[in-house]
Each structure stands twice: as structure tokens, then as C-alpha cells.
């Protein structure tokens, strides 16, 4: 039988990188702390610096983005 994906809401999500941001604590830990895998907590992390980037660039691409295009 297939495995049933659990759906975690926006706030729990911003919470969980919140945390990893504030803490300085390993991905591995928090996730293991909130009982979620890591892999998706890493996955927010990576999306949420992403953001915070484009948003300290005003929205242009950063010298690496640029140059992968």
C-alpha cells in the first residue's frame, strides 16, 4: 500500500524554518523535534532563503541566477 502524505499548513511551515533560522540548530534536530522529515524541512529552508534573497535584491536575479540563465 501507498504511504498517505501528511499536508502541513503555511504556519507550521514558516514556525519549523523560523526555528532553524533563529536557533542555529540542525535541520535534522528541528525535524526530528516537530516529527517531520528532514528532507521537507530542508526543502523550506532553501525556499525561504531563496525568497529572502530576491527580496534584499528587489525582486532582480542574483550574480550566480544570472548567469545560469
Known amino acids: 500500500m501507498g504511504e498517505t502524505r501528511r499536508r502541513f499548513d503555511p ?9 532553524v533560522r533563529e536557533t542555529g540548530k ?3 534536530q528541528v525535524a526530528k523535534d ?6 521537507a524541512l530542508a ?5 525561504d532563503r531563496l525568497a529572502r534573497e530576491q527580496d534584499t535584491n528587489g525582486g532582480e536575479l542574483a ?7
Request: no cysteine; hydrophobic share 45%.
Open 11 to 19: 504556519q507550521f511551515r514558516a514556525g519549523a524554518v523560523r526555528i
Open 26 to 28: 540542525p535541520i535534522a
Open 34 to 39: 516537530l516529527g517531520i522529515n528532514a528532507g
Open 43 to 47: 526543502n523550506w529552508v532553501q525556499m
Open 63 to 69: 550574480e550566480s541566477e544570472r548567469e545560469a540563465q
